[in-house]
């Protein structure tokens, strides 16, 4: 890459991270472009902006350009960000619904995402992994009898007791079949531990690659068993007993 074109990356780049942190950062985004007219960079700006599909040709003064790109820029931001994490969604083969995130082949809850800003206004998402209370109120309770059979799908989550289970064996419980999740090779108990959450927060990474990182840790930390919780990393779960 010649010189010229890495001093428009760099502008190009400027531009993104502070017109990404929003509309309070307009007077930074303002401050940038004065800054590259004082120093005789005209052209580099034009160069960078064309990036997001604006021609600085069009505008008549600079004080005009300053008002009429921030909210397009903004624009343009958003809308690639948002196609680049639909993509990345559909190869990690998850979806959301608001902070929610499941698995798409399953439609397994796997946690939740939660993207907020530091002290700096950088992005950090935090991933927390557990059975949120908006899940816990829809697990049915495991029948203490009952005149119909029940099929019970592997992963299906059920109340017994005070305790939940999650079945590791799909069967049909029924008169004949009294199954039970207590002291049975066909159910885990699961324990709801409170949010085991991890911050990411790397300054030097993009949204998209801080959420990969979070599906990963998604994907990986899931449920607790009380059986075993050798698969549990204790810097992903630090609190887990309630």
Not at 153 to 158: E, G, V
């Amino acid at each position: 890459m010649s010189p010229y074109r890495k001093q428009v990356e760099k502008l190009y780049n400027r531009i993104i991270k502070v017109v990404g942190k929003g509309e309070s950062y307009i007077r930074r985004y303002y401050d940038i472009i004065d800054e590259v007219i004082e120093y005789g960079k005209s052209d580099i700006l034009q160069d960078a902006l064309l990036k997001f599909k604006i021609d600085t040709t069009t505008f008549n003064t600079i004080d005009d350009l300053k008002k009429n790109t921030f909210k397009k820029i903004a624009f343009y931001i958003n809308s690639t960000i948002s196609k680049q994490l639909e993509s990345l969604f559909l190869s990690k083969n998850v979806y959301r619904v608001g902070n929610h995130f499941y698995d798409t082949s399953t439609s397994k809850y796997l946690g939740d995402i939660e993207q907020s800003e530091d002290d700096n206004s950088e992005t950090i998402l935090n991933v927390y992994v557990y059975i949120p209370k908006f899940l816990t109120g829809a697990i049915p309770q495991f029948p203490l009898s009952t005149q119909n059979s029940i099929y019970y799908a592997t992963q299906s989550l059920i109340y017994y007791g005070n305790n939940i289970y999650e079945c590791s064996n799909d069967y049909t419980w029924s008169n004949s079949n009294q199954i039970t999740p207590t002291y049975s090779a066909y159910w885990d108990q699961i324990i709801v531990g409170t949010p085991s959450l991890q911050q990411i927060t790397s300054s030097t990474s993009s949204l998209v690659e801080k959420y990969s990182t979070s599906i990963d840790i998604l994907k990986t930390y899931t449920f607790i068993y009380t059986y075993t919780n050798d698969f549990i990393a204790g810097d992903y779960v630090e609190d887990y007993m309630e």
